[in-house]
């Protein structure tokens, strides 16, 4: 399991931007003919396909990363590889940023020191002492000094972890810039087990028509009684019933100022590496 996953969770997937809420409810005035509003990208200017569980522009969830790459679906080259992940812009979608990609690099790996040595740290505390019922009372004094020493011991620790955490930190910006970056045009993220994260591009709507710029009260009006649940980033999920992905996938709606900012099918689950 990559390092910080618990902490970069709570960040992936929960990028809100009005940018791409522009982008969004402009593909939907220009209908199935538009993509106008979401860039100058091959991937925004597409005619608008269903993003669902039944695949994406030949896309399948089942797919490993080999199966995929060989689909043409995706351009072959790597536009991130954060976390143990490897993601893949669409066909047509941005070439990789070098720049970007050196600082996920540089702060992965300063994520990986530290939370090595946090395992290491963890591994070393040990249970308080504890005494033998009847001890006496030099075996008190040397049970008092042992628990002192255990304390300071902790509180060395304890500072030592908090700074190491702030490099485990590193990965929520990142996260946030590698997100930033696909929002009109969307990307295809792969783990161990294949296909993980498939995030549409801003033009994109479900076989419902909510996508990036649909309101809050349409998203809930197209999923009453489909077990829609706000999501702990202040979104929603929605189980991906259907097609060729099984029972761990979700559909994914970021949200900002009541509207979606953001389309994905994410795989519950899963890892990076």
């Not at 910006?173 to 783990?191: C, E, I, M, S, Y």
Request: proline share 5%; with cysteine; charged share 25%.
């Amino acid at each position: 399991m990559t390092v910080g996953t618990t902490r970069v969770a709570r960040v992936a997937g929960a990028v809100l931007t009005t940018a791409l809420v522009v982008a969004g409810a402009a593909a939907c005035k220009g209908g199935e003919g538009g993509g106008q509003g979401t860039g100058a990208t091959a991937a925004a200017s597409t005619p608008p396909q269903t993003f669902g569980t039944g695949g994406y522009r030949g896309l399948r969830l089942s797919m490993t990363k080999d199966e995929a790459l060989a689909s043409g679906a995706l351009e072959p080259s790597p536009v991130s590889l954060l976390n143990g992940c490897t993601d893949y812009a669409y066909k047509g979608g941005p070439a990789p940023d070098p720049v970007r990609m050196a600082a996920e690099t540089e702060a992965g790996a300063k994520a990986d020191k530290a939370m090595a040595r946090i395992n290491e740290i963890r591994a070393k505390r040990t249970a308080p002492p504890t005494l033998a019922p009847g001890a006496s009372a030099e075996d008190l004094l040397k049970q008092s000094e042992r628990l002192l020493e255990q304390i300071q011991q902790e509180t060395v620790f304890r500072q030592e972890i908090s700074g190491l955490e702030k490099d485990v930190d590193l990965l929520g910006p990142a996260v946030k810039n590698r997100d930033q970056a696909f929002l009109a045009t969307g990307r295809a993220n792969f783990g161990t087990e294949g296909l993980r994260r498939l995030v549409a591009p801003a033009g994109a709507r479900t076989a419902e028509g909510v996508g990036a710029g649909s309101t809050e009260e349409e998203l809930k009006r197209a999923y009453e009684g489909k077990d829609l649940k706000p999501a702990e980033d202040g979104g929603y999920e929605l189980p991906a019933e259907g097609g060729n992905g099984g029972p761990d996938w979700f559909y994914e709606f970021t949200m900002t100022e009541g509207r979606v900012a953001g389309l994905a099918l994410v795989r519950h689950n899963t890892y990076c590496s």
